[in-house]
T-cell receptor, first 112, second 120 residues
């Protein structure tokens, strides 16, 4: 069965600093991995996804993530945080029956 | 990308009444849709898989008589919260995936905007 673990329920960074949100996955088959962002009282917005091919995936709003099979990781990064990046971030994997399985989420705080 | 529309975005109902939430795939046919529930400050938990023309498949712990799912057409699935109580207040989100040209399920799910249900 597939699963994802997000390390750190809260991450706080200063504006302009590097953003690093950690995600590790467990999968018995090659995984399809996703990062979503959710702003308060809103739905999900896809940031980026990895299915096959290049392991460094670039997404919207300057975010990128690298699929590392040896580390079973798919960490999300952004070189310079903006205030508008403050939100909840979910790492996800496609599981059996094409269900999307979400991590617990990481709340990103950006300090001025 | 494909568009999934959810309606209503917010609903307030009285305890004991039923509420219906609609999930539509606007530009593709979806034989399978998924319903998720999200409590405040928590992750999304899969409630059930909605299958067009057949019974929904519920996750363990989800009451099928409480959360009625109907997937009567290839573009519409509905979730009805029956005899709603305050503990049913939550954020409900649906998702669907179009099939590829070869008929396989797309690896990416497209999510509706979510429905905030408040039971008073």
């Amino acid at each position: 069965a597939q699963s994802v673990t997000q390390l750190g329920s809260h991450v706080s960074v200063s504006e302009g600093a590097l953003v690093l949100l950690r995600c590790n996955y467990s999968s018995s088959v090659p995984p399809y991995l996703f990062w979503y962002v959710q702003y308060p009282n809103q739905g999900l917005q896809l940031l980026l996804k990895y299915t096959t091919g290049a392991t460094l995936v670039k997404g919207i709003n300057g975010f990128e993530a690298e699929f590392k099979k040896s580390e079973t990781s798919f960490h999300l990064t952004k070189p310079s945080a903006h205030m508008s990046d403050a939100a909840e971030y979910f790492c996800a994997v496609i599981g059996g029956g094409f269900k999307t399985i979400f991590g617990a989420g990481t709340r990103l705080f950006v300090k001025a | 990308g494909a568009v999934v529309s959810q309606h209503p975005s917010r609903v307030i109902c009285k305890s004991g009444t039923s509420v219906k939430i609609e999930c539509r795939s606007l530009d593709f046919q979806a034989t399978t849709m998924f319903w998720y529930r999200q409590f405040p400050k928590q992750s999304l938990m899969l409630m059930a898989t909605s299958n067009e023309g057949s019974k929904a498949t519920y996750e363990q712990g989800v009451e099928k008589d409480k959360f009625l799912i109907n997937h009567a057409s290839l573009t519409l699935s509905t979730l009805t919260v029956t005899s709603a109580h305050p503990e049913d207040s939550s954020f409900y989100i649906c998702s669907a995936s179009p099939r590829t040209s070869r008929g396989f399920m797309n690896t990416e799910a497209f999510f509706g905007q979510g429905t905030r249900l408040t039971v008073v």
